[in-house]
């Protein structure tokens, strides 16, 4: 069965400072993989996704992450935070989108509560 | 364009009641779900739909029924509401670039 591990349930970081975020993924074929962000008291938000292809991907707000097929890896970073990335961020991972076959789903992490601290 | 939007955004119910979260998405997407938001455990999906009239059971359904009788509308029913329920409630539909657009959230507490 897929699963997705993340490492660290809360994260503080000093405004200005790099962020890396940790996501290990246990998936049986290729992975489709994401990282969606929840800001306090609202839904969640695609940050960005790996498909294929490059396996340095960019998302919104200034991040990017890597796919690592050797660690079973895809984790998050920001070279430099801003007090606004204080959120709960969320790996995932899954099938191709729009296809399910049978009880495959799309997985998602427990989180990440990132605080950042003026 | 509204997205998905999820009503009511709180509600509290007696253990026994029933209630319905409504869910309605603009964006003519086939796939609609409903997940289940508890400290700790991440979002778990409760059931979704592939398209109208089609639905099917997620990770943790009991306790639940839904419904999809056109594109735009997926409503999640409580049938006998029980403190296990208390939980916060997302609604998404799947865009085709894979992603999943998620509603803002119904806060339910089951006493």
């Known amino acids: 069965a897929q699963s997705v591990t993340q490492p660290d349930i809360h994260i503080t970081v000093s405004e200005g400072a790099s962020l890396e975020l940790r996501c290990n993924y246990s998936y049986g074929a290729t992975p489709y993989l994401f990282w969606y962000v929840q800001s306090p008291g609202q839904g969640l938000q695609l940050l960005l996704k790996y498909f294929s292809g490059d396996t340095l991907v960019q998302g919104i707000k200034g991040f990017e992450a890597e796919f690592k097929r050797s660690q079973s890896s895809f984790n998050l970073r920001k070279p430099s935070v801003h007090w606004s990335d204080a959120a709960e961020y969320f790996c995932?991972?899954?099938?191709?989108?729009?296809?399910?076959?049978?009880?495959?789903?799309?997985?998602f992490g427990t989180g990440t509560r990132l605080t950042i601290i003026p | 364009n509204a997205g998905v939007t999820q009503t009511p955004k709180f509600q509290v119910l007696k253990t026994g009641q029933s209630m319905t979260l409504q869910c309605a998405q603009d964006?003519?997407?086939?796939?609609m779900s409903w997940y289940r938001q508890d400290p700790g455990m991440g979002l778990r999906l409760i059931h979704y739909s592939v398209g109208a009239g089609i639905t099917d059971q997620g990770e943790v359904p009991n306790g639940y029924n839904v419904s999809r009788s056109t594109t735009e509308d997926f409503p999640l029913r409580l049938l006998s509401a029980a403190p296990s329920q208390t939980s916060v409630y997302f609604c998404a539909s799947l865009g085709g670039s894979g992603e999943l657009f998620f509603g803002e959230g119904s806060r339910l507490t089951v006493l």
């Open positions: 964006m003519n997407h086939e796939y």
């Open positions: 995932a991972v899954g099938p191709f989108p729009w296809v399910v076959f049978g009880n495959e789903k799309l997985t």
